[in-house]
């Protein structure tokens, strides 16, 4: 897609732009990997509707930016609405419409006309005349439609994953409460990097351990259990891609 800022202005409510698939996103950690960005990026969005691929690019032009097309407007209307200033690796999210119309949706509909392909020779002079916004060329090409979680409420405990054999039949006596929390019914890609991310933001916060032999949990710990109620009340029920996260204290 052309990414010529993605929206009127960084700063601007940029009225002017339409309602469209495609949410431009800046003043994102510019010290986050692209890989661990994108995928991160996806977990948090994709609870909005079906995600059809995510941009971001490793120029310096493009730092700090990322964009999100969704398969529909009303998808990228409520996530625009929803994660507006949400503290994303401990910056919070600008997001607007983008100004221009993605290739993939312009694929889709035919209205999509190729660019020029860029000389390597071209000096910088030249590039700044000309189109500068060939680096959605290095854009991965695949569409990734695995996650396409829908938002909404907690689903009831019964429909939860619960691990274990026939001793998972019989409800347990919950854990006092205490300083450390344990999440479940995580996506089996998530980071322990991603969690902090959204953990980090609630004062008190001190680590996030996860168990690689057991993918989908997680223990966060915090300084006390006040700090760490605060927290599970805040984050119950988020969704990271179509999983919201069942929080409870940890059993000690």
């Known amino acids: 897609m ?3 800022g993605g929206a009127a202005g960084a700063g601007s409510d940029a009225p002017s732009v339409p ?6 996103i800046n003043n994102l950690n510019e010290k986050i990997k692209l890989d661990e960005l994108k995928k991160s990026l996806r977990a948090v969005f994709s609870q ?3 995600i059809l691929e995510v941009l971001a ?7 700090g930016q990322a964009w999100v097309i969704f398969e529909d407007v009303s998808s990228a209307t409520e996530a625009l ?8 690796y401990d910056k919070p999210m600008r997001i607007q419409y983008a100004k221009t119309k993605s290739d993939i949706i312009a694929k889709a509909d035919g209205t999509f006309v190729p660019r020029e392909r860029r000389k390597r020779h071209d000096d910088r002079a030249e590039r700044k005349k000309r189109d500068p916004h060939h680096d959605s060329k290095q854009a991965g090409a695949g569409l990734n439609s695995a996650y396409s979680g829908a938002y909404g409420a907690v689903p009831p405990l019964s429909q939860l994953p619960y691990g274990g054999g026939s001793k998972s039949m019989l409800p347990e006596a919950p854990a006092l409460p205490n300083n450390i929390l344990f999440v479940q019914n995580l996506p089996h890609e998530t980071t322990p990097m991603m969690l902090q991310m959204f ?3 609630y004062p008190g916060f001190k680590e996030v351990r996860m168990v690689e032999a057991k ?3 997680a223990f966060v710990e915090y300084g006390d259990e006040m700090q760490s109620t605060v927290a599970m009340q805040g984050l119950q029920g988020f969704k990271i891609t179509q999983n919201p996260m069942l929080i409870t204290y940890a059993k000690k």
């Open 81 to 88: 609405k929803r994660m507006q200033g949400f503290p994303f």
């Open 19 to 24: 309602a469209n698939m495609t949410i431009y």
């Open 215 to 217: 993918p989908g949990i």
């Open 199 to 201: 953990f980090c933001q």
């Open 57 to 63: 690019f490793k120029t310096l032009k493009h730092k």
């Open 48 to 50: 909005f509707g079906k």
């Open 2 to 4: 052309s990414t010529d």
